[in-house]
């Protein structure tokens, strides 16, 4: 039976009245964990396809522009300011400003703000200062398209989402947990960007790949558009300084260079790779030096640093935004077209609005002049009342009503009584004409921009290219990477051992028969003097049958290992010989290489890795019917 709640109104007064209150705990929980999992979703962890923001980075923002008078201020007035619009603790603020700073777009900073490459932390917030770049000012902010709410206590007005003109979402990247979803939009490139919203208003097709402030390598074969299932390999850049000295001089994003090497003396301790020392000269630039063990190859230790530490790591992307109040799964071409025509939108809209203030100034500015050249402001001296003098200089102008876009209203007319004398005596008729002029060029170029927005919106994302895309190159390069057999670059940090008799083998065995070194990831390939075979995986000691024959390393798809074998056919009795390599297997299958007679048994048996085919002397029986009873048999005939 379900839980209930039991809740008595005011006017109930009985047992009856509290059975018809009855509320469903269950029904409670449920409509309350909703409510909570949409304002985590909508009001802290995905951002908003509009302007790419967080409601936290938002305010942070917004809070910068209102205290923006060109200098730098302190990050903890800042967070004192955000506090005012975002209902959360000062911790979180600070933290999403320096993140925000870290990412050098849209916040100039001054002091220490960290290093995303060692994962240094910034200085406290009283210690470092900040102020909004010249691009953040120029494609952030227009309060005349800036949809306005209020602040969460009714105080103060904050802006629903910012009118940015620029894809920042996919600049800045993003990534954030919700209740039951997630979002991870990968950082792309600055100056790609602009780029691809230039060829999306050309109406070409366009393809968009992350770069990461760490540079590295990356491979974007299964990228997916950034979706869900997607998956990008990224890798740190690995140089060799000389035979002894490898040096890594870019990190793969998501990792620091700490992290890294604990990785990198992991492997070592782990046996997987061998080396000498690790050592971190990190400054102004990456720089971690890694110094070899004797005998060590420069190439497969390379690969083997892929292979078994955070030299390369695989990032799974997840792009989730807001769109409309609801999270939307929407790739990062579809979200770089999305706010490339929110921009064309922005741009017209800010187009149309200057359109309107310089019709008004054109206007008004006619309507001064007319006001002086006829002297209308003399017919007002004998006027005994205001409504007098309205109509009095509405009659004055009603001759020119007609060359005016609107209807001149008492508004207009009260701005005109409100000249000063001291601007009508000086009253400049070439310049108020010369005003006029600039004026209408001002609005035709305006009104061919309307007209012509596709190639206005072009020259825009061109013009932020020139002025701000100076240093902002790519810096992570792609690449195809070749995929990495753990196996083959894996050191030997193991011995082989095996017991012929009782059909045990592997590292642990070390009072037996020693075969050679391996390496703890290894297979082992086993013939045994049934004649069967079988490949298994390397332990401490594993049972793989009784008198073995020959043991050793598997190498898989090893075309040069060849195996010669002659065994007795338990069914006829007549010797057999085979000749076969042994590629492709399904490890701890038993495979028969005789007739499986009973009886059958190895005769013969030889392992040659460059394929050799050696000859063997035969015996045959007396009581054989061959003329010759002794002879040679090659192994290639």
């Not at 909703?34 to 951002?47: F, G, H, K, W």
């Not at 200085?123 to 602040?151: D, G, H, M």
């Not at 979803?181 to 230039?198: A, D, Q, R």
């Not at 000691?541 to 009784?546: A, C, L, P």
């Amino acid at each position: 039976m379900d839980e209930e709640l039991l809740a008595e109104s005011p006017q109930s007064n009985g047992r009856d009245d509290k059975l018809q209150e009855t509320v469903h705990v269950t029904g409670m929980y449920k409509n309350w964990f909703l409510d909570y999992a949409s304002y985590v979703i909508l009001e802290r962890a995905v951002p908003a396809i509009q302007d790419g923001l967080k409601p936290v980075q938002r305010r942070i923002l917004h809070a910068m522009k209102e205290m923006d008078d060109g200098r730098y201020n302190k990050v903890a007035n800042i967070i004192g300011s955000t506090m005012q619009y975002h209902p959360h603790g000062d911790a979180s603020i600070g933290d999403a400003i320096t993140a925000l700073g870290q990412k050098e777009l849209l916040i100039d900073q001054q002091g220490n703000w960290g290093d995303i490459r060692t994962g240094d932390s910034a200085a406290a917030p009283r210690y470092i200062e900040a102020r909004l770049s010249k691009f953040a000012l120029e494609v952030l902010y227009n309060p005349q398209t800036t949809e306005w709410q209020l602040s969460y206590d009714g105080r103060k007005k904050e802006p629903v989402t910012l009118p940015v003109k620029f894809p920042l979402l996919l600049a800045q990247g993003v990534e954030g947990i919700a209740v039951g979803l997630s979002t991870k939009v990968l950082p792309h490139n600055f100056c790609e960007l602009l780029l691809g919203s230039i060829d999306i208003l050309k109406g070409k097709k366009v393809k968009i790949y992350p770069d990461f402030a760490t540079g590295g390598y990356a491979d974007f074969s299964d990228y997916n558009e950034g979706l869900r299932g997607g998956r990008i390999k990224v890798r740190a850049k690995i140089e060799e300084l000389d035979k002894k000295t490898l040096i890594i001089r870019d990190i793969p994003f998501g990792t620091t260079t700490p992290n890294l090497i604990d990785s990198i003396v992991k492997a070592n301790d782990k046996g997987k790779i061998k080396i000498k020392k690790v050592v971190d000269n990190t400054a102004k630039d990456v720089e971690i030096l890694v110094s070899l063990a004797p005998g060590q190859s420069p190439d497969i230790t390379i690969d083997a640093l892929y292979a078994f530490t955070d030299c390369e790591v695989s990032i799974a992307p997840n792009s989730c935004v807001i769109l409309e109040d609801k999270p939307v799964f929407l790739s990062v071409n579809e979200m770089l077209k999305i706010s490339t025509d929110q921009t064309v939108d922005l741009l017209r809209r800010e187009l149309e609005i200057k359109r309107g203030e310089l019709q008004e100034k054109i206007l008004f500015s006619s309507l001064e002049k007319i006001f002086i050249e006829n002297r209308i402001y003399r017919d007002i001296e004998e006027c005994e009342t205001w409504e007098a003098v309205i109509d009095t200089i509405d009659k004055g102008l009603e001759p020119f009503k007609a060359q005016f876009y609107r209807v001149i209203t008492t508004d207009d007319i009260v701005r005109l009584t409100e000249i000063k004398i001291k601007r009508i005596s000086r009253f400049d008729a070439f310049k108020a004409d010369e005003l006029l002029k600039k004026l209408a060029e001002d609005l035709e170029q305006v009104e061919y921009n309307l007209i012509h927005l596709t190639e206005f919106a072009i020259d825009y994302f061109r013009n932020l290219l020139d002025k701000y895309g100076k240093g902002r190159e790519r810096k992570t390069e792609i690449r195809a990477f070749d995929t990495i057999a753990a196996t083959v670059v894996a050191a030997n940090n193991a011995k082989l051992y095996v017991n012929r008799e009782d059909g045990f083998i592997g590292y642990g065995l070390k009072k037996d028969e020693y075969i050679s070194e391996c390496s703890d990831l290894d297979d082992i390939i086993v013939f045994r003097r049934d004649g069967k075979m079988v490949v298994t995986k390397i332990a401490d000691k594993t049972f793989v049958g009784k008198n073995i024959e020959y043991a050793a390393v598997f190498n898989k798809n090893d075309e040069r290992m060849v195996y010669n074998m002659v065994y007795l056919d338990g069914k006829t009795g007549r010797a057999m010989v085979k000749r076969f390599n042994v590629q492709g297997i399904t490890r701890d299958k038993e495979y028969d290489l005789t007739k499986g007679e009973k009886g059958s048994h190895m005769l013969y048996f030889t392992a040659n890795p460059n394929g050799e085919a050696e000859t063997i002397q035969v015996y045959l029986s007396s009581r054989s019917k061959a003329r010759i009873k002794v002879f040679d048999f090659d192994f290639l005939q």
